[in-house]
């Protein structure tokens, strides 16, 4: 080897000075060489700087837990309480979608793209109203008008509301989706109320996640949910199971409304909670 030419790995080799500890020690392994595939992502997505130091690690630790602690709450409060609870402290909302946007990024499919390429291959003349809309993500990415709901707006298309309770009038809308968003225990007035502001005919899609329908794990009869929701008032039209991660169920209001309302037996929806990463 040429003198003075750097050797091959030298760095990885280099002998620490006897009172500094090997790099790797300080921060529990290189996370480039332990997982090369996650650092080069979260890279990517600005997440991580190069130095990426134990304190930055920390945060992010202690950021995961915050956002599965608001997560389960979400899951197990009603949506006048979360409503209630994200209201007293508007930066809470921030903290979920900083955890959610980054269990997202493991999702090999959004559901909300498939629902985005749905709208977009329909007429853009159909009005949507997007309950649970998050980021606004369908809102901006399609010609629609789409009213856009949920219970903190940090933008001024979306209406912060409890989802129970929107402002729209009955019969106003074309597609109401919720992806993702059946999150309180009283989900069924989020539907009831999406029942109410559809036109007859119009389309109801959900989006939710695949284990809260798994019934080998605790998770609720998907046959007895599209019952409760036809009992509702609405037609199933398509169910589709074919992605790893969610499943999407397509309804239709019923033109005609049975004048006899039923007592619906919704099966529980157990809580989506997300592993420690
Ligand atoms: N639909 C978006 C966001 C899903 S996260 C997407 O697919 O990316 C679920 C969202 O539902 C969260 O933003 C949460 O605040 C909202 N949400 C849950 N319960 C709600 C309620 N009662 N009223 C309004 N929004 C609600």
Redesign the pocket.
């Known amino acids: 080897m040429e003198a003075g030419k750097k050797q091959k790995g030298a760095k990885r080799r280099h002998r620490p000075a006897s009172n500094e500890k090997p790099k790797d020690e300080r921060v529990g392994g290189n996370e480039e060489e332990r997982n090369p595939k996650a650092s080069k992502r979260r890279k990517s997505q600005g997440m991580v700087s190069n130095s990426s130091s134990f304190l930055d690690k920390m945060k992010a630790k202690l950021s995961g837990g915050h956002f599965r602690m608001l997560n389960e709450k ?1 899951y197990t409060c ?3 309480e ?2 209630e609870y ?1 209201n007293d402290d508007p930066t809470l ?1 921030d903290t ?2 900083a955890g ?1 946007q980054e269990q ?1 990024s493991h999702w090999p499919e ?3 793209n498939i ?1 985005i390429k749905w709208l977009k291959d329909r007429s853009s003349s159909l009005v949507v109203a ?6 606004a ?2 809102a901006k990415s399609v010609k629609n008008k789409v009213h856009s ?4 707006s940090n933008e001024p298309s979306v209406i ?5 309770n929107t402002p729209l009038g009955s019969s106003s809308v074309d597609v109401a ?8 225990t ?1 989900f069924p007035s ?1 539907l009831n109320e999406a029942h109410r502001i559809l036109k007859p005919r119009g389309w109801l899609l959900i ?1 939710e996640v695949k284990s809260r329908f798994d019934s080998n794990t605790g998770g609720a009869d998907p046959k007895k949910f599209t019952k409760a929701v036809c009992d509702l008032g609405f037609t199933s039209v398509a169910k589709d199971f074919s992605n790893k991660m969610f499943i999407l169920f397509y309804f239709k209001k019923k033109e005609e409304q049975n004048s006899k309302k039923k007592d619906i037996d919704w099966p529980e929806l157990k809580p989506c909670l997300y592993k420690r990463r």
Do not use: K, Q, W
Not at 177 to 184: I, K
């Open positions: 979400l009603t949506g006048e979360a409503l994200f909302f979920y979608h959610y997202m959004l559901p909300v629902i997007d309950f649970g809309c998050g980021d993500r369908l709901f949920d219970l903190i912060a509301c409890n989802m129970a989706v919720f992806c993702l968003s059946l999150m309180g009283n989020y989006a």
